[in-house]
Structures are given as C-alpha cells and as structure tokens.
C-alpha cells in the first residue's frame, strides 16, 4: 500500500505572534507534509510577510472571510482529487506548533484503521505546556465545549492512547480528502467556532470514525477563544468571540439532534443561557450577559438556515444518529463536572494554593523529573494535627460546649428565642405576607432576618429547628474559627492566636448570647472579624474602592437587620469620623477630600438604611427602636456588669466571673502604639455600651420596658480587647527575657491570672449551673393541644412569672399556638381595651370583661401553671366565664358570650358567628359583619365583585356593610407589602452586583494568568 | 505624657460609671394590685339568728342570692342577717359572727375570705346531729366543691357537690356520712369563689343537746395548738372533753400532748406516745380536773395532724358544747368584737402580744399582753376592735365567747389578708415554653 498524500493547509489571521515557531514545527516534522499550502483571511500584522520568507505559498481571500470558507478556499486551489487515491488534508492554525512526531504518529495511528476519516492530536497549553487542553472534543446538551477533562488539567499520560471521539479540533487535524469534499466541508454558516464538532458529527453519522491520537502532540494557544486577536468573520457580530462561540454551539446542536429531542434542547438552551447571563451580570460583564442571549435571539430569528443545515444533513446521513449519543455526555456527567468545578472554586478561595509559579513552563525541557524524585520527601506526622493549638483549642471548646450544651441538644426555645417554626417555608410565609396573625393582628413589615434564617435553612432540608439548634450547638466554634481567620493575622505565635480565639468563643458576651437564644449578637460575633479588619482603615475612607464600600455597605445591613442597634453605632461612628474630617479639612466644606470622604461615608450608612426598608423607616419615628433586639426581649445586666464586659441578664455568667476584656484593654492603651490603635475603639465601645445600658426600651410584642442589652457594644469592644492582647503580647515572651522584671513582668503576669482564673470559673460555671440556661430543648408548648384545635378561635393566655422574688402576671392573645420564630418582632404591644378587660379580671372589677373579650373575638382564658388561686377565685366569681377544664398544664374558661372572628349583626340586631372557609364566608342576611381583626386599610372584603363599605368601629375593629345575602371574600390586600418586597430585591440585588468583583472579559486577563 | 493618659482615662472611665450608676435604677415594670378580699359570713338558716360584729357603719355589703355584686353600707356595728350569707369589704378588719340558736345555743365564727381547701374536724352525722355544711358561692358563676368526709370507720368517697352563683347550698350532715359518729370534713374548691361552714347541731328527739359552730383549720401541720378550751367544773368532778384527731395521710401517726394552764403543764393521761390510725377519726376522751377556767393544748406529731376539742359547757343552766380548733400562729390583724366581749386567750412558750382596743366611743388603747404558757384578756363590752401587733413567735389565740344562749370559740385567725396581686401586662413572652 502507497503512503497516504498529506496537504496541510495553514490558515493564518494576523498570526504573527505565533507563526514563527508553527512554520518551524512544520518544518521539523519527522514526516514531511507532500504539500504546505496557506491561506490568509486578510492578515493586518506581518504574516503574510513571514510565511513568504518560509517559501510557503499563501492565498489571500477576504479578511471576514470564516475557518470553514478558507479551508474551502485552499482545497479548490489544490489538484482535483484522483479517484482512489489516499490522500489527506492536514488542517494547521496559526497559533497551534505541533511537535515534530505529530503527522508521524497521526498517520501510525489512522494505517490500520481503515473506518477512520478524521484523527487529530493531543493538545496542551502553549503557555503551560503540561496544561492539557484537549484529547477529542464534544458538545454538552447545553452547549457547552465538552473535553471530558478537569480544568487546567495537568497530563501526566492519564488519558493517553488512541480514542474514538465525537470529533477533534481543527488544530492538527488530519482528514481525509474525499470525505471532507463528500460532506460538504466544514459548514459555512459555523465561520468559527464549534465547526470542528459539527465536522465530527457528521463524519458519524455518515458511518465514518474519528480518533484523538495522544503521540500526535500540539500546544495551541487558542487565541481567538481567548481574544488575544479580534474576530472578523463575516458572522462575527460586533466582533464577539462570546456571541459566536454560543450561536454556533446552539447552532450545532439543533442542526445535528434529532427531531424528537429538539424541545427539549431548546428549553436548556435558552434556561442555560439566561443563568449564564445572570451570572455575567453578577460580575459586571454585561457585553457576556448580551452575548448569552443575542446568540439564541440570532438564532431563532433566522429558522430558514438551520431548517436547510438540518435538511442538508438529512441527506448525507447513513447510520442512526443514535450513534453519536456514545460520545455527547450525559446531564448526570454535566452536573457532576459542574459541581466539580464549583467545589474546585471555592477550595481555591477558601484554600489557596500557597505554590506560585512565578513563571510558567514553557518547555518540556523544564521539566526535571529527576528532580522531583531526588527531592526529600517530606512528612508530617498525623499525630501533629493534634498538637496544634487551634486543634487542642477546639478540642477544649468540644468538652466543654458537650457539658454546657446537655440541654440543647433537640427543638431550642427560650430567652430571646421563640419556638422554631416546622418548616422553613412557614418564615418565608411570614415575611411575605402582609398580615400576621399573632395576638390581635398585625401588619407591620417582617425583618428581612427572618427571610435570612429560612433561607439558612434550606441547609438542613427546611428544617428550622435543626438548623438553630446545630447554629447553637456550633457557634462556639463558628466564633473560634472566625475570631482565629482574623487574629493570627497579627502574630506568629499560633498559641497566642488559639488563646485569644478561644477567649472570645468563649467571652462573657457570647456564653450570654448562646445561653439567652441572642440569635443576632451571635451573627455579629461571627461574622465580626470578618468585618473590622476593613474597618481599621475607617479615617482614610476615600482609599476605600467603590466596590469595598458597597461591600461593605452590604455586610452592615447584614448586621443591622440581625443587630438594630448596629445603625446606632452606624450613626454615632460616621457622625464623629464626618467631624473629624471637616476638622481636618480647616472646616473648608468644599475640600475635595472632605468631600470624598462624606460622599462614602454617607453611602455607608444609606445601603443599611435602604436595603432594611420600610422598617428602618419606622426607626426614623420611632428612634427607641434601633435599641430593640430581635426576637423576644431579654433584659441587660446594667452598667457595671457591661463595664466588665458582660451583657448581663437571664443566662449571663455571674459578676464573679470577670473576663480579662477589661484589663487587656486598659494595659493595652498604656502599651505599644500598635496595641493603643485597638485599645482605644474598644475602650470606647465599652464605655459607651456601659453608659447605654441604662437606657429602657419597650420590647417586642409588649408595652414593658426593660433595661436594653448592649451586648453588640461589648462583642466590638471584647474582640478589640483581644486583638490589643495579641498585638501586646507577640513575641513578649523574648522582650521579657531581655529585660528586668518591670511593669511589663507584673503586667503580663496580672492579665496572665485574670485569664485563667476567668477560665477556671467561667469553664467550671458553664458545665454547672450554665446548662440550665434559659434556651433549652423540650420546652413543652404553653398552650394544651385542646386549645389548638379551634385554630381559629384566639384564647387569652395569661402566665404567672416570678420577677424580683415576686410574682408577676402577663397575657397575650394566642391563635391557638404558642409564638414562633419571628413573631414576636411583628406581634403588636397590647390594645388597651383589651387590657383594662384583663386587669378586671385580676382585681375582681371585670363584671364586663367576658363582653369585651368577645368583642375581639376572644373565645378562651386560659391560666397557666402555676396557677394562682386568687386570680383563679375572682375569674370564678366574676360571670361571664365558664370552667371548661383544669388539669395539670392550666385552666381554662369559656367566655359566655358569643364570638368568633366574623360577628354578624343584622339590621333587627340579631347577632350570629359566620364561619369562614378560608377567605370566603357565606352570609345568611344582610347586616353589618365585623372582624375581630385590627383595623388595618388593607382589610377588604367583597361580594359579587365589588367591595363591601369598610369602617372602623368604636373597638378598632374593621366593620363591613353587607347589603345582601351570599358568599363574601375576605382578605388583606397585600399590594403595598410586595411593592416593598420587590423594592428590596432590586436593592439587593444592585448593591450586590455593585459589591461583587467585576469579571474580566478574556482578552484583559494576561498571558502569564492563562497560562 | 503617660500620666496624662492615665488621668485622662480613669476621668472618663470614673465619670461614665459614677452617671451610668447615677442613671441607672432597677426598672420594675410590674404593676400590682393590694387589696383585702371580700370576707364572706356564715348564712343564717332556718331558725337561727346571726349578727355581725362590724367596727365601721361605712362597711360595704352585700348579700347572695342575688344576681347582682352591687354593694352597700351596712350602717351599723353589728348587723344582723335575716337570711343568706353577707359578704363584706371590711378591708383589714375582720368581722366575727355569732350566730344562735335562741335559747339552745350559741357559736361563733370568723369571717373569711374564699378558700380553696379547708378541714372541719368536728361534729357527728349519727342519728342525733341536725347540723349542716353549709357552702357559700359568693362568686357570679357556678362553683365546683369536692367534699371529702372522713368518720371512725376511713375516708368516704369524696362528693363533688355544685353550688349556684352567689348562693349557698346546706347539706345535712348525716347526709354527708350517714350514721357516723365522729367526722371530720375537707373542702375543695375545684371552681369558684367558695367558703365552708359547718354547724354541729345535735338533739335527741325534742331534747336538744347543744350546737356550735365548728370553725375550720387549715392544712395538717405537724404541730397542733388549741389555745383555748373552756373548762368549767362541775363541782368536783372532771370535765369530760374529748380530744378527735384526723391523720389524713398515708402512715399512722404518734402523737404525744401537752396541756398549759394557769394550773400548770402537764401531760394527759393516755395520750403520750399513742399511734393515731391514718385516714380514721379517732377520739380520745380527756378528764380534766383543774381550778383554771380554760386551757391550752399543745400536740406534736410525726405526722400531719388535724385536731379539736369538744369540750361540754354549761350557759345559764342550759347544757351546750363547744368546738375548740387548732389555729396556727398568731398574725398581726384586727378583729370585730362589737357586742361579743370575748376573752382573748393566748398560748405559747414565751407570750407577747400587743392589744390595741377601740372602744364604742372611738378611743383606743393599748395594753401589752406577757407571760408564758397561757394568758388571757377579757375584752369590755364597749370594745369594738381589738387589734393584735407585736406578737413573739409561737404565739397563738382564740376567743371564748359567753352568752345566755351557749359558749362559742373564734380562733384569731384573720379573715382576709392583704393581697398583692400583679396587674397583668401584655407580653408575647407568654406564648414561649
């Protein structure tokens, strides 16, 4: 048998930064090519120029002229194919050299396979040649150009050998004449891009086969894919690499697919390209996010090509076209490799690889396997993980929090923290909606936390109470491993920044924060470390980027809507730095750097302020707010407790354990310079946070005020106290040999014993007497499950509490549950009718309570244990209730009158309880219906398509006219809340993208990078 | 330049702490309400008479049986009720009842506030009892008592017996435990605002033998006092009393006794170290024979005990009893005496008490009340109220009461106390286990 006849066709476009060294691999091939014939697209650069220099003849067509049209051109140029013959056509870019055995192992490899038409090379990197790029390429069901292979894939042989492919690239590859000019060539509507893959797949289909050759080596440096040089195809519109690469892969896929598939193709086409575009936009790139859909638009506008290409294919396919299913990866694969990717992304950001290769390899010729095998290895013994202090650290924490936890471990409920409500979908409930039932009804906007936790909770499968609970059971460590990311930034010593870590996972301000369900303190403690460090370059705002603003803009609504009084601070900080700076200024308001200044800090506070809408509003008439906690209100400790850097209240450690916050604070301000830059905010933080707990403040869902907690104070100022510790003490140990015993000895000595003997009492408090905290689990529900049936029917809970050692009473109206997460920052205070009716039940002077409870629809009283007998004689003795039981969990009363949530009272005066089926009712006669609901605007009921007359009654009770007999729709016309819903989200989502790092298009990220 | 520093912080530090302290004040934001309960007087049944002793014609009233918890000035001192039972705002005076039956006898009894448990030990169900329980609902809706009677024989079944708003309802004693001789009565108050009384009225065909109000205890203690039982001689022979005892719990108690009087202290015979059985009535007749005109008796037990005295008297040549019961100590209150002229007797190791009396013409005076064992205070006719103040510990008192009618007791016990009770304030809080 005669030796094939090889034609390689170089098709060259402004290539001259790479065609050097591809004429020189040409040249250099151990089996010469019969024939080198280029063909330039217009070449603006010196490539004609040096291909003639090379004695290469090259044909010159038009420069928008696409890949598949110059390869057209080259072979029309070549002698007529002679009949029989074995000949080849060996397709070469510009920028792709092809190792000297390439043609050699290409033609070793297609010899005994008769059935192969195309085969092509292994290709690497041209920048990092052990970067391998591709070994047979295929096209995912969404587009995609599919290797098979990892990102940056580094080949060590792994995938070597001769391999059936779907198709190969056009760089190097090796097709046989007759063929190519039998299928038509390369489609001419694919200019560039993805013809390649439509070349292979109808070389299947036509019962041909395709081989990637792993000997046959090329390094391609894929310039038009990464825009080192511009694209002027014909098709290329606006010159976007992007939008032609997505048009040609749509392109081949619903010109090859069969029929059947097609809708389906289509659907994750367009899906594919409209997530693609979201996330373009996310990183700023929205010429990418364009290309995404102007690439399916084009397509679709212009059905007559893609219904010929189909037509066309139609007859030039022999065998199934099942046949290329083999070689298109399954979506089990795509999602895999998706994941893959994800997961290999967030290791490099959570993990970067400390390696640097400060300059790529370039050569084969660098590598020196010898070396690597000569190298020492080097081994750490596993046991040394053991050893080291963040490890022995959360070992400690582990001990303890399985002491201190024994009562958390199930549904969490206490303190500052309602009962977790049974799915996450029940948060998301709540804060869309624009009326809550909770006590007598409310309509005030829910905080977008509650949105955040049910969202959170979506990572234990909607399982709200799974969630809090392991976030409980887990933020010790949470704030060990964020105060640590942050604190061994400022040592060496890794004890020392264990120490401190642990200090703070276990401060005064966090064990008070677990053990009292501070839901939101423990997000700032968490998420603080993360935050301050941008924070200590506060003065100079204007070396802040616009992004980092934003950022960070984001990152205090994050805190504010978990921490209220973060505004405050907010405030208070921006006004004083605004001050400072037009001080320094010389009071010139028109200071540039003045102006800079304010602008950013102003934006600062203003991203809070807007994305919390309409709540933060609500702050502006009602300031006392920004002191309120989320959840149920917990009282603080005072001033003297949060002078020692406890929040004090339910479940804070006694006053005999005092911290070391204090006294590292006070050393540190006398100590180094760089110890005095944390000192002083947190001295400040402190002594602010001890004079603001005085300060009272009503809680939510009542009227009492109660002392305010300033336990946000206190966790800046604990994690400044402790930053100021590690910037003292690093590398003390050495000052200290060096010197004579001083100030410093006894200083270190003192705060070396404060420590640990707030270790051993605080430790020794948490696993005793700490466990009793008042979150715990299994808290049994308020309300017996008798009550909870009538759903509809609101009961009146009153509960006995000892306060001071003395017994105090407190009510609220329940639907039927007891209060769950998120409720009590919507539950309204009290009505005061309500509660005059309740203090005669109590003083024996409510003859007319059971009338007004049944006014606003209260159906029950229900007395919990322990109960009091005077309360329970005078409710006897008063009328108007009915014992309808009394066991272990409490008593409870029937209210005599009539009542429920809709009251009918007809024109002869006759009053009725109408029954609702969920937003409907049906009325028997006309009268005046009232709904034992608050007064709210959005309150609307309709009958026969229009709306019922709607007024406010003497009780602030919406009362509707009903003028005739039939069914009604009652509901809360939720409008304005999705109006302000969707105002945060595009908020959000603004502020967010502004935030986020802006993507680079391919041709700004350099050589060096790609490689 | 350091000490600048110094000064500058411990001024500021110094400064916010002292302002924040200054500031800073223990938030109470509990409301409460203080006030005497209601006290609510014995009814008067058929053929009996029943005056209220009162110290103020202001006093607000009110009677049951009516639909209505309208109240109004009484406008005497000593206010007789013609039927039902009075409930009286008497704030912290607690108004006393004697109620006779004219010409057989005589019984006294404190007023009191609505209870939730209280124990009569006291009176027979046997073929010569006429008495009655009489429960009293001041209350506006239906009220619920659990009636458990213990007798000689155990405990019988308890009865849930209802009473309609603001009425009482009498139940025979013999209905209660049919034939027993010797009962002892708990009530419950299961719901509504609910008082008890019992009369120990007895006869033997036309012949009456006598009747007395027993006045109820509270819960078992281990420690009995019965400061004051009547003892008047028959020439020369002993009085006959009878000590009856109720174990309500589990397990038999031992007791052992002691008597405190004039006469001395000393230990009756046949009761020290006796095993009284749990859950049975169990009498034991004491013969005393003593100069003194009353006594105390002081028992200890290993076990919570219930006890009383009846003790035979005679009033004008007509035979009656009484009921002496156990009081606990003695409290600061005032009591109504208008028109009783009650002796005060008092009982404990060590006594001191401080009697402030107001007599009819609005004075007052103060008389200091020392000795140990037992002491006694005859109160005028003209006192109106007698007060009880600067009481040492251990101190306990009663009154004995003498009319032409028969002889009554009244422990000095107050009627109502005062009541703190919080006003309720709304908070979410409640909803959270």
Redesign the interface.
Known sequence: MSAPRITALLVVHDGATWLPEVVASLASQSVRPNQVFAIDTGSLDSSVKLLKGARIPVASIDRESGFGAAIAHGISQLPALIKDSDEWIWILHDDCVLHPQALESLLAAIADRPSVVMAGPKLLGWHDRTHLIELGISIATNGARWTGLEPSEYDQGQHDGVKEVLSVSTAGALIRRDVFEELGGFDQNLELFRDDVDFGWRVRVAGHSVIAVSDAIGYHAQASATERRSVDVHGAFLHRPLLLDRRNAAYVLLANSSAWSLPGLVIQLFTGALLRAIGYLFAKLPGYASDEILAIGSLIIHPAELLSARKARKKLRLISPGVVKAFIPSRTSQIRASFSRFAATLRTAILPDSQSYDSPIVSDLEINEDEDLLAPISRTPWKSVFYRPLVIAATVAAVVSLAWARNRFGSL??GAL??SPASFRDLIKLYISSWHD??MGSGQSTPVWVLVIGLASLLTFGNVSLFITLFFLAAPFILLLSAHAYLRKFTDNSWLSAGASFLYAFSPVAISSINSGRLGVLVLLALLPFLIRQFHQWPEIDRWSWRSIFAHGLFLWFLFAFNPIVLLMLIGGIALSIVADFKKAQKNHTDPLFRVRLVRRITLLGIPFLLAAPSSFGILIHPSRVLREIG??V?GG???L??LANPGGPGALPWWCISPVVAIL?LA??STTAARKFAQPG?VFL?CG??L??A?TP?????????ISVAAFISIATLFSLTSGVVMFDKIRSRLEQSHIDFRHVSVAVILAVTLIYSATSLSWLISAGANSPLQTG?????PAYLSIETSAKSL????YI??G???????I?RGR??TLG??DV?P??TAV??QA??G????TG?SSSKVLATYGIKYVFL?NPI???????I????????TS?TKAG?VWKVSELTGRLILTDYAGTVSIIENKGITAIIPRPGTLTLTETFSNGWKIYQEGFAAARIENSDGLPTFEITSAGEVTIFHDGRQRRAWISFFVISLITVTVLALPAGRRKREISERELA | MKSDRTFFIALITVSILAVSNLLSFTVSTSRFNQSYPSVICPPNTSGLTTAISLTDPKTQIRKTGTSSLKTREVGIRRYAIASQSAVIDAGKVTPVVWQVRKGVWAGAAACQAPITSRWFVGATADITSKGSLNLVNSGLGKALVRVTVYSENGALTPRDIAVRANSFAQIPLPNLAPGAKSIAIHIEALSGRINGFVVDERGKGLRSLGGDIVNSTDDPVKKLQIPAIPQQRKKKTATAHTLRLLVPGDIDARISAEIRSTDGTFAPVGINGRVIAHNKVVEIPMKILMASGKFALHISSDQPILGSVLSPTVSQGKSDFVWSTAVPDLQEFTMATTGLAPTLVFTGKSIAVKLTITSANGKSKSINVKGSDIATYALSDSAQSVSFSAISPGTSGAALISSKSGYGYVPLTPGSVLTKSSIPDSNIRVLNP
């Open positions: 409920a206490g309602a009962e909770v006590g149920l209100s009282p005072g001033p003297n949060a002078f006070l301000y006398f001295i002594l001890t004079l707990s005085v009272v809680g939510n869902g009542t009227p009492l005020s109660t002392q808290g049994k529900n308020v309300l809970v009153l509960r006995p306060n001071n003395e017994q105090t009473l407190s009510y609220y329940s007891d209060v409720e009590p539950a205070t009290d309500i509660s309740v203090e039940l109590i003083d024996n003859v919990k009091i007998e005077e309360v329970v004689q005078t006897d003795g008063l009328g108007g209730f009915t014992r009394a008593i």
